[in-house]
């Protein structure tokens, strides 16, 4: 079992837009095994290759309560978005901080397995909200900026302070 850092906010890397995987091997593999170890002892139900400092376009999502139903998404790409939804979301990389977030309810998405297949999926509800909130990562981009000016100074300002703390 291999953790790996998970990058905090406001850290810059999490604004590292990530590249395309050209090709699934071993490495992504064990870059899955690895997220999915990190993921679960977090606990998380979701993470992107982005916020443990690789910038490659993968991320995982287990929204399952028996957390065995792992979905390995490899170059994800949304490709329809239907409906509204209000999700509370929180973040690995934003600990202790929950906001309520307006995204697509109804997502169409193409992606490669950890084999390397293409394989489409629809997904609604709580598993769209996640994958919308990871490839999110993967464009450099973190939930709290679809916040107000003043939460994103309030939550920064909360952050740099605990930074200051443990220095």
Same mark, same amino acid.
């Given at each position: 079992?291999?953790?790996?850092?998970?990058?905090? &906010?406001?850290?810059?890397?999490?604004?590292?837009?990530?590249?395309?995987?050209?090709?699934?091997?071993?490495? +992504?593999?064990?870059?899955?095994?690895?997220?999915?170890?990190?993921? &679960?002892?977090?606990?998380?139900?979701?993470?992107?290759?982005?916020?443990? =400092?690789?910038?490659?376009?993968?991320?995982?999502?287990?929204?399952? /309560?028996?957390?065995?139903?792992?979905?390995?998404?490899?170059?994800?790409?949304?490709?329809?978005?239907?409906?509204?939804?209000?999700? /509370?979301?929180?973040?690995?990389?934003?600990?202790?901080?929950? /906001?309520?977030?307006?995204?697509?309810?109804? +997502?169409?998405?193409?992606?490669? =397995?950890?084999?390397?297949?293409?394989?489409?999926?629809?997904?609604?509800?709580?598993?769209?909200?996640? +994958?919308?909130?990871?490839? =999110?990562?993967? /464009?450099?981009?973190?939930?709290?900026? &679809?916040?107000?000016?003043?939460?994103?100074?309030? +939550?920064?300002?909360?952050?740099?302070?605990?930074?200051?703390?443990?220095?």
């Amino acid at each position: 079992m291999a953790l790996l850092p998970i990058l905090r &906010y406001p850290d810059p890397r999490l604004h590292t837009v990530a590249a395309l995987v050209s090709r699934v091997d071993d490495r +992504i593999r064990k870059l899955i095994k690895d997220m999915a170890d990190t993921m &679960y002892a977090a606990p998380g139900v979701g993470l992107a290759a982005t916020q443990v =400092d690789i910038h490659r376009r993968v991320i995982i999502v287990d929204i399952s /309560e028996t957390r065995d139903q792992l979905n390995v998404f490899i170059n994800p790409e949304i490709t329809a978005r239907s409906g509204a939804a209000d999700c /509370e979301e929180g973040c690995l990389s934003v600990p202790g901080i929950f /906001e309520k977030v307006k995204r697509a309810e109804r +997502i169409k998405l193409r992606a490669l =397995d950890a084999h390397g297949r293409s394989f489409e999926l629809a997904a609604a509800g709580m598993l769209a909200v996640c +994958i919308q909130h990871e490839i =999110d990562h993967l /464009e450099g981009k973190v939930f709290v900026e &679809y916040l107000s000016r003043l939460k994103q100074q309030r +939550i920064l300002a909360k952050f740099k302070k605990q930074q200051r703390r443990v220095m």
